[in-house]
């Protein structure tokens, strides 16, 4: 009986100690309430208009300074490594810089009349070659109008497309076999990319 009234008040003591936990559900199950801290409600303080007014102002003023920056970011453009000058080419630029050629006249006038004939040129060539093709197909067409006029088995077989041609073939396998204990990659990797704001 000693033993028993022993374990039900040091059972007891135990819940005062510490009230924030629970055997609600069985004895196994452990619950953590929440600890009951209270305080009396402090009285409002009635603050002056003014005063609430400015805080109010600055408070705009703050939103409106920090709307102001964003719109000068959103203008400025995000630099591209690539194309920005090195810090070692822009020291040398002077000694990198061609001279200016200034040509005469007669130079200028030199280069347009090889540029126009040579437009010329290609233009002429262009317009050859549209009508070697042009001549072909015509002949062709009528080539294939008369043999069909002569035998249609014979049209057929020379319209017919002949595989032999292409003799590519590839053969391979139809399904890949899996790989035993595959470990597949999650997939991570890291960002190096910068940011941005």
């Known amino acids: 009986m000693f033993k028993l009234f022993s374990s039900v008040t040091m059972q007891s003591s135990l819940l005062v100690a510490s009230r924030s936990i629970s055997t609600?559900?069985?004895?196994?199950?452990?619950r953590s309430s929440v600890p009951m801290f209270a305080e009396p409600l402090k009285k409002k303080k009635r603050l002056d208009p003014q005063i609430l007014k400015a805080r109010e102002d600055r408070k705009r003023k703050k939103i409106e300074k920090s709307i102001r920056k964003l719109e000068k970011v959103s203008k400025t453009l995000k630099p591209i490594d690539e194309v920005q000058l090195m810090a070692s080419l822009s020291i040398e630029l002077d000694i990198r810089q061609r001279p200016i050629v200034v040509h005469s006249n007669d130079k200028l006038e030199e280069q347009m009349v090889a540029a126009k004939a040579w437009s010329k040129y290609k233009h002429d060539e262009h317009f050859f070659n549209l009508q070697v093709i042009?001549?072909?197909?015509?002949?062709?067409?009528?080539?294939?109008n008369e043999l069909r006029e002569v035998s249609e088995d014979l049209y057929l077989a020379a319209v017919d497309i002949d595989e032999s041609l292409l003799t590519y073939q590839l053969n391979g396998?139809?399904?890949?076999?899996?790989?035993?204990?595959?470990?597949?990659?999650?997939?991570?990797?890291?960002?190096?990319s910068k940011k941005w704001e």
């Open 173 to 192: 396998p139809v399904e890949t076999p899996p790989i035993e204990n595959y470990q597949s990659p999650d997939g991570e990797y890291i960002d190096i």
């Open 134 to 144: 042009n001549n072909l197909e015509y002949s062709q067409q009528r080539a294939l």
């Open 24 to 30: 609600y559900g069985g004895p196994l199950l452990f």
